[in-house]
């Protein structure tokens, strides 16, 4: 375990699981090559995470290949980690989009083969990436492509749960996890409730981009080499930010970013309503009343992912409405 004190950076070579997942073969040199990339352009560190005899269970575990936990030294519960995210560099010219098993948004009814209509159990997209134009690019049989912007941002980011149970990586929580909101990419913070000594800070999942939403059940997952600042704040002076918090708040140079989990979507949007207006109410001192009308004339609510059992909506609240922070 890596121990650091309040206010110090680290950087992490985080690591995609695609490539690396049983029903690809488990062989990441191998999975690649069928794409064309060359083993020297493989990471050394996925290669040896395959060979090696880590134990993953993918039903109780997840997919998720994890980072940490990195205690944070003065951490208490009731304390709350400050996790800024500094930088966010693509270690890779290439991604991989997927869906599995039909666990996406369509579950049942996709993935299928274009051509027979029948359900496949792995569907999966390689995506090349130009990273001096910043930019992925889809292509398919007829050769013809896709290409879209990159946004590089952390798919899971947490704190050590308070409990003896071993968490699968898939569903977000109190903890944050699998959060899943692209909104919080370089430049942005997040703030999580500790619940253990030291807060026990990890993080995985990265993506190179995602669409709100997470629909076919990933992202463009790919390995980014993470930089984060971690400050453990006391409730007082991190109520200035976000308030009394009792789950995880982002917050970018320009927004909020009020955050709703629930299994029922409907119930994640209502969390967020609830959690956008205690953050006006208690940041921007603006009364719960005033807020609730405010947040339905101008409040940007979007759904993170459906995709994690537990699903997320976040608000992004605009500062320069609010002269004092703007």
């Not at 927004?255 to 208690?282: F, N, Q, S, Y």
Request: proline share 7%; hydrophobic share 40%; glycine share 10%.
């Amino acid at each position: 375990m890596l121990t650091i004190a309040s206010g110090e950076t680290v950087t992490v070579d985080t690591l995609s699981h695609e490539g690396l997942m049983e029903d690809q073969g488990r062989d990441p040199l191998t999975y690649f090559d069928s794409h064309g990339v060359a083993a020297d352009d493989v990471l050394t560190d996925l290669a040896e995470l395959a060979a090696s005899d880590v134990v993953h269970t993918r039903g109780p575990d997840g997919p998720h290949v994890v980072t940490g936990p990195i205690h944070v030294e003065g951490a208490r519960p009731g304390d709350v980690l400050k996790i800024e995210y500094l930088q966010l560099d693509p270690r890779v010219p290439y991604g991989v989009v997927s869906s599995r098993h039909g666990l996406g948004c369509l579950a049942g009814e996709r993935p299928v083969d274009d051509e027979t209509g029948e359900p496949v159990n792995l569907l999966s997209q390689f995506c090349t990436v130009d990273l001096a134009a910043h930019t992925a690019t889809m292509r398919w049989d007829s050769g013809s492509g896709i290409t879209f912007p990159l946004h590089p941002f952390m798919g899971l980011s947490g704190v050590t749960a308070a409990t003896e149970e071993a968490l699968n990586t898939i569903p977000p929580g109190r903890h944050g996890g699998n959060l899943d909101v692209r909104d919080l990419g370089s430049g942005s913070t997040m703030y999580l409730p500790v619940q253990v000594p030291g807060a026990g800070y990890y993080l995985g999942d990265p993506h190179f981009a995602q669409g709100n939403g997470e629909v076919s059940l990933t992202a463009l997952e790919a390995s980014l080499r993470t930089t984060v600042r971690l400050t453990v704040l006391t409730p007082d002076a991190a109520f200035a930010s976000v308030g009394a918090l009792d789950g995880p708040v982002g917050e970018t140079p320009t927004h909020w970013v009020a955050i709703g989990l629930d299994r029922d979507l409907d119930e994640a949007m209502r969390k967020c309503v609830r959690e956008a207006i205690r953050v006006l109410a208690e940041v921007a001192e603006v009364p719960p009343s005033v807020a609730y009308l405010y947040l339905s004339a101008a409040g940007n609510f979007v759904v993170s992912q459906v995709v994690d059992d537990v699903k997320g909506v976040h608000c992004l609240i605009s500062k320069k409405d609010f002269p004092a922070w703007a």
